[in-house]
């Protein structure tokens, strides 16, 4: 029996073998191989991108076509008649835009209108204070009682009130300085209210030479006045002549045709002869 069942499980193991049904670690190994691509394929176009929007252009800031001026430095000008002059770099001048030739006679030619547009004190002596401590002195004096802060055109002109292109320190110690300047202002306002310059003739000659202006307006007209004939003066009361010295023949008058009188008195002295002309006693 058993070995009828050896030589059926023989046989089927031969047949199994035969077949190719044996294990599978016996089979040959399989390599799968993708097909080939075919030339004729159709190859799909890429996508179509998607629209671009164009930034909007964004402006340039404006810029000025120079760079910013360096600060203005410098110290007083002294002509060569020794007037100070502001320095123009620094100081140009500025006037206020609210006096105008039309309303001169509501504004700077109103009594103590000035004075209702002074700026404070507090702020002209920092100013001045900064100024001088920058270099803009007289001689390198920096004490700032020696210096009064200007309006180089002045209010009473249409001046500037704050604008520190119209202020400078001007010094009270040169021989022409502050107050010789205020003269000429004096005498310019005069001008202007009185209608003999006009408002920009005057503001002009202050800004460009104070001192010119001086010369123009004040010392040309004192020149002017020196040179006028002096009014005649009442001619002088000649002083009596002295009387003659009395004769020594005795004589009591001396009468007019030059004769003598010997009469004891001078009624009837000289009777016929024009006159008395001097009676000695």
Not at 165 to 181: Q, S
Request: net charge neutral.
């Amino acid at each position: 029996m058993n070995k009828a069942i050896r030589s059926i499980t023989a046989l089927l193991a031969a047949i199994m073998l035969l077949s190719g049904c044996g294990p599978a670690s016996n089979r040959p190994a399989t390599t799968s191989l993708s097909s080939p691509t075919s030339s004729s394929s159709t190859v799909s176009s890429p996508p179509t991108p998607a629209a671009v929007t164009t930034p909007k252009t964004v402006a340039a800031p404006t810029m000025s076509a120079a760079p910013n001026p360096a600060p203005a430095t410098g110290g007083i000008t002294v002509n060569a008649a020794g007037a100070v002059l502001p320095n123009h770099a620094r100081t140009p001048g500025a006037v206020n835009p609210a006096v105008t030739p039309a309303n001169i006679g509501r504004t700077i030619c109103v009594s103590g209108w000035t004075a209702t547009i002074r700026p404070d004190s507090s702020y002209t002596t920092e100013l001045k204070v900064q100024q001088l401590a920058s270099g803009y002195t007289y001689k390198g004096d920096t004490a700032k009682g020696d210096y009064e802060e200007d309006h180089l055109i002045s209010l009473e002109l249409g001046g500037a009130t704050s604008a520190e292109a119209n202020l400078w320190p001007e010094p009270y110690k040169a021989p022409e300085g502050a107050r010789v300047k205020d003269v000429v202002e004096n005498k310019l306002h005069s001008l202007v209210c009185d209608h003999a310059i006009s408002l920009a003739t005057a503001q002009k000659a202050i800004a460009s030479n104070w001192w010119v202006a001086y010369q123009t307006y004040v010392g040309a007209a004192a020149a002017n006045n020196q040179s006028s004939p002096a009014p005649a003066q009442p001619a002088p009361v000649p002083a009596p002549a002295p009387a003659p010295a009395q004769p020594g023949n005795g004589a009591t008058a001396l009468c007019n045709d030059g004769t003598y009188s010997f009469a004891a008195h001078h009624q009837g002295a000289c009777s016929g002869h024009g006159g008395v002309k001097v009676f000695y006693k």
